[in-house]
């Protein structure tokens, strides 16, 4: 099973319409990406809803907005990913 930092370094080849589910937000975190068909699977793995693929690549493009169109590290995107599934909101500026 992949990890969260493994879903995010291959955020731009998922599909917008699948799910991240994991089993917490942390980068080490089990996670996996997930259609309609496979929700059950990724359930009975212990996971749980995360976030949408689409919403994930939208909180990252909203950080690098907001920085000056910085490319973000992959830490970077963890913490704005991680960021928007736990508050819905995108990363403020510090």
Known sequence: ?????DVVQTLDELDDDATI???????????TVVTD????AAKAA???????VALAKDAVLVWSEWRGSVL????????????????????PLD
């Open 21 to 31: 589910y994991t089993d917490g937000s942390s980068p080490a975190a089990r996670a």
């Open 46 to 52: 212990g996971l749980r809803y995360f976030l949408e």
């Open 72 to 91: 973000p590290t992959i830490d970077d995107k963890l913490l704005a990913i991680s960021y928007y599934a736990t508050h819905d909101a995108y990363l």
């Open 1 to 5: 099973m992949q990890t969260l930092r």
């Open 37 to 40: 068909a496979s929700v059950a």
